[in-house]
């Protein structure tokens, strides 16, 4: 990976979640210096099983950036071995969760780290500087904020939602336990509030279950609010349905619209921008609760796609700055 | 695995650490019913690794058992892989003890059933179910029992010495931290008092690393002084060596003789009989601290010689016991 305009480059900060907001996390790696983007990753769906503190969203950024991820699988390692998993079916311990060999020793070590008393943040970045990874990866915080999705049969922390249920129940509320306690990282906030950065970019992930744990952090939200950068969102909907995962589905169940002007609705007063794909180009028109909102492809499928949104995002957000500084 | 004598056979005992033991336990397996086969297995080893609960003893005689184990490595599972260590060591993890994708799922398992507040013995007896193995395998104890070595260097906990630092210190002492306080298997002490017990046997184990810790529990010691069945126990060293591991180089860094009558005078008292190798014949006319010596081959390379000696070993048994009623 290199930069397109050397190290130089102003900062940049992305929200993101796993696959979808990885795509775009990537093409940023690819037309800024990486070492300009700041990646705050969502813990909402963080969880422990079998001991080990598993960070399903850092994991993907991580192995994405780091050119380990499974394209086809969308999580874990590509060229994985299971002979751990098939060795634990054989003692009859839960499989429900499937861990390849090497995604394991991420588990293993991130969690001997944590036991030992080093903040995930800090464990986070000598993951990455041991993969090559150069952008900057922060969970979104170093406390303790998780995910419950409430169901016909009661609530159910996210994983057993999601993994464990397959996203079957219909979900009927959503709740971020100890996102108001839970402080976000520190170095995201002063980015926001520092009058270099370049653009705060929400990535294409599920709102309810990817972005919005994290802004549920009062002061990341409140940051967000008042960051004088441009802040640009990009639809996770895509002519009235999600690229992959249960985004539709939920929306549906939670009785609001699945148009690509849902996640601009539910990032009112978060945003400047709004990236919907060209599909949608109708919808351009319309107010998107305050946001300009340009059409470009944002199915992020063969390579160059995601370097090509990436582009388009930024130059979306640098148009913006520079409208404001018209005005 | 069959037993040769039908399911009626009489329970028979064995104290075994890992390899050396492991090899005359798995031709007791073969000759007597399996069922009737109850192995109480040293703990000194055990410790945390990676948050894991790691018992090496007990693994080496569950695969062994299992007929999973590698038989040239002498410890670990046979046709194992190794992407967890190499993704664990690119991660700059810990590496000094080694731990195969499928060996891992034991400890992890394990680990996940201690926590939620299972015995030891209880998962070890529910893992060998999963395995097939229909002898028993008992933890000398539930409760925490630890070998450690003094050195030149001070201190060290078993794994520290044995697998970091490869047994290269010279050792000055040996303490079986928890001994005192811990409580054998309940069942071993009842089997031990059993009229119905055939014999006990000793395996051909490191005496201070894989035996002594588990006869410093006082009740276990105490069962087995007054234990009315013969007492058989097997000698580790052969022609003034041991057949593995550092047994010899322990007994003369603890100024002992190495010899064959080595084991006999540590374990007097405790024992009726006692095997030492054919190449050691010389010493079977010896007084072996009140034991009768028999000299059979003992060291167990083919198939064949496991079973040939665990025969012996009862028929030994058998010999002294009809001697006692004879009396």
Redesign the interface.
Known sequence: MSGSTGPTDRPVLALSGGVGGAKLVLGLAQVIAPEALHVLANIGDDFEH???AICPDIDTLVYTLADLADPQRGWG?RD??W??????A?????TWFQL???????H??R??RL?DGEPLASITA??CR??GVRATIWPASDDRLRTHVRTSDGWLAFQEYFVAQRCEPVVEDIAYHGATQAQPRPEALALLRDANLRAVIICPSNPMLSIEPMLAMPALRHALASCAAPRIAVSPIVGGAAIKGPTAKMLRELARPVDALEAARRYAGLIDGYVVDTSDAHVARLDAAGARVIAVPTVMREGASKERLARECLAFADALAARRVDD
């Open positions: 079998l001991g080990l390692r994985e071995s002979n751990f998993m098939a060795a634990l054989a003692l009859g311990g839960p390849g060999d090497a995604d394991l020793a991420m293993v070590e969690s001997r036991r000598a993951i041991r993969l």
